[in-house]
């Protein structure tokens, strides 16, 4: 999945593996967005994790996803 920066505009590439592991952990804290550092400027972006589930299969799907 391509990321795009919102302060230098910088596209990176997520790879499955490290989405698999950004859903499990936005899921347990009950998040929407995944924080990550910009592998570019350093800076800290926000990335969906509705967006990234469609990328990663889910083991089980959670009763309410608009919350
Ligand atoms: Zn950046």
Do not use: D
């Not at 804290?29 to 967006?51: D, F, G, P, T, W």
Request: charged share 25%; glycine share 4%; proline share 4%.
């Amino acid at each position: 999945m391509n990321v795009r920066c919102s302060y230098c505009s910088h596209t990176f590439t997520l790879s499955r593996e490290y989405m698999a592991q950004a859903v499990a952990g936005a899921a347990e804290k009950r998040q929407k967005y995944h924080a990550m550092e910009c592998i570019n400027c350093r800076k800290l972006i926000k990335v969906s994790v509705s967006q990234m589930r469609r990328y990663v299969p889910e083991p089980e799907s959670p009763a309410g996803e608009e919350g």
